[in-house]
Nanobody, 118 residues
Framework: QVQLVESGGGLVQAGGSLRLSCTAS????????MGWFRQAPGKEREFVVV???????NYADSVKGRFTISRDNGQRTVYLQMNSLKPEDTAVYYC????????????WGQGTQVTVSS
């Protein structure tokens, strides 16, 4: 069982920045692929970014050039730096762990709200 705890959400004006954190339990964090997803009100959950255990990163087109994922394996934490935020980035953001590295996310955090005002 892996527990994921997100933090760092909040209210920010358009053009501003936020950094989300997600800390995981589990002794083999460095072997997990870690992803961020988001869900806006009335919409389906959507993929934001994934960082593989080997370092490969894939971003959704909507956030390329504005968001950056990083991870600190020693702290069992993955970060999402979000810059140039737009009102359409408003959503609940979730981190997720793909522990088998098969693109199936096995564990999810509770989510953290990000609200971007215009």
């Amino acid at each position: 069982q892996v527990q994921l705890v997100e933090s760092g959400g909040g209210l920010v004006q358009a053009g501003g920045s936020l950094r989300l954190s997600c800390t995981a339990s589990g002794r083999t964090f460095n072997s997990y692929n870690m992803g961020w997803f988001r869900q806006a009100p009335g919409k389906e959950r959507e993929f934001v970014v994934v960082r593989g255990s080997g370092g490969i990163v894939n971003y959704a087109d909507s956030v390329k050039g504005r968001f950056t994922i990083s991870r600190d394996n020693g702290q069992r934490t993955v970060y999402l730096q979000m810059n140039s935020l737009k009102p359409e980035d408003t959503a609940v953001y979730y981190c997720a762990a793909d522990i088998n590295r098969d693109s199936e996310y096995d564990f999810w955090g509770q989510g953290t709200q990000v609200t971007v005002s215009s």
